[in-house]
């Protein structure tokens, strides 16, 4: 894939069309992933090849550092550039962390107490939607932090999760995609989906944003509320009545076709990467959540989801959804599934081969 992209200029892939392979320019929300996957090859055979591909698709987000105009900044920026300065110290790759983490500053409104997800605002049905997904971005604003010694980072992605935890969580540990705020006195005005079935049903990959979201949470700040908040949501995915044997959830854990729905294998392979570092903390039974984590990674390493080498637009993962209601990206291979397959796959064998702390 690299080897089909270095030539064209500032391309990232994203997932297939027609049978072909579809790119993105720097600006869509997936295109950290990729340049993220190189890390994490390189991580584990560190060739000079893999590290020219990593450094060469990571900078073609340079300009990403700039961008205020939605909050996806984070899953941009940290999935490349915090890689990549996670494994060189590249200090210019810091200043750009430091500089995306204040774009995305930009964003929160401390009277709601949230960073604003989408200026997009549904044909005026919504003033200030945050979506669950925003969890994610949170992690570069924690990086920034610690990458600069300015704590208001820290501070705003803490008010965030706060604010997230008591508003978008339902008392059975599932979450709503989105919830929109007042703009005149930040209370909620409406909690509602954009890519799930209902209003009140469960979209899977909402559910894994929240709970790779509340654990990164947990992690950076010891706060074991969240950790708690994460553990119910898992929970709730894994009681499930619909969640089928091979633990690849359905698109939307109340779809209306379920057994004969769509599988997305993107949220069983964020949910996969948390639950390895859920095992490595301190809960009871923490090898339930590995071996949860184990079967998800032997389905989708199975020729049921893992495409043949070679096939697949070169993409590792079948089988995902990016958004039925919009009729985009059904059971196609998405980026950020074969992202998070790798990081759990580094965290599996980190937790096997050093029986230690692997996140
Ligand atoms: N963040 C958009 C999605 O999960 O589809």
């Given amino acids: 894939m690299a080897k089909e992209l270095e030539q064209q200029d500032g391309r990232l892939p994203k997932s297939i069309k027609d049978g072909k392979l579809e790119t993105s320019d720097c600006y869509w929300w997936c295109s950290g992933f990729f340049p993220g996957e190189l890390w994490y090859l390189y991580e584990n055979n560190p060739t000079p090849e893999l590290k020219k591909y990593a450094g060469l698709f ?14 996806d900044v984070g ?35 401390p009277m709601i107490k949230a960073i ?3 200026d997009f605002t549904n044909n005026g049905k919504w003033q200030y939607p945050v ?33 997230t935890m008591k508003e978008q969580y339902r008392p059975d540990g599932s979450c709503y995609h989105v919830v929109d705020y007042s703009m005149k006195d930040g209370s909620v005005r409406n909690r509602h989906t954009a890519q799930g079935y209902a209003h009140e049903s469960a979209w899977s990959r909402g559910q894994a944003w929240g709970i790779y979201g509340l654990t990164l949470c947990y992690r950076e700040t010891g706060d074991r509320k969240y950790l708690d908040q994460a553990l119910k949501a898992v929970r709730f995915m894994f009681n499930h009545k619909n969640t089928p044997e091979d633990l690849v959830f359905y698109w939307d854990m109340d779809a209306p ?42 389905s989708l390493a199975s020729p049921t989801y893992r495409a043949e080498l070679g096939t697949n637009g070169n993409f590792l993962l079948m089988h995902c959804v990016g958004s039925i209601p919009h009729n985009g990206e059904i059971d196609v291979p998405l980026n950020y599934a074969d992202y998070y397959f790798l990081e759990a796959l580094k965290r599996k064998r980190d937790i096997e081969q050093k029986g230690s702390k692997g996140c």
């Avoid at 990571?58 to 909050?71: A, F, G, M, P, Y």
């Avoid at 949170?138 to 501070?155: C, M």
């Fill in 58 to 71: 990571t900078e073609r987000l340079e300009k990403v550092q700039h961008v205020t105009d939605n909050h």
């Fill in 116 to 118: 604003r997800s989408w």
């Fill in 131 to 163: 979506i669950i997904d925003n969890m994610m971005n949170l992690e570069l604003l924690f990086a920034a932090t610690r990458l600069s010694g300015d704590s208001t980072f820290y501070k705003v992605a803490v008010s965030h999760v706060d604010r």
């Fill in 257 to 298: 076709n379920i057994p004969n729905d769509y599988r997305d294998a993107s949220a069983a392979a964020c949910i996969a990467s948390a639950l390895y570092e859920i095992s490595t903390v301190d809960v009871p039974e923490p090898q339930t959540y590995k071996a949860y984590a184990d079967r998800i990674m032997e």
């Fill in 75 to 109: 899953f941009m920026l940290y999935c490349s550039y915090g890689n990549g300065y996670r494994l060189t110290q590249n200090p210019a790759y810091k200043d750009v962390l430091v500089t995306g983490a204040g774009s995305l500053s930009t964003r929160f409104n």
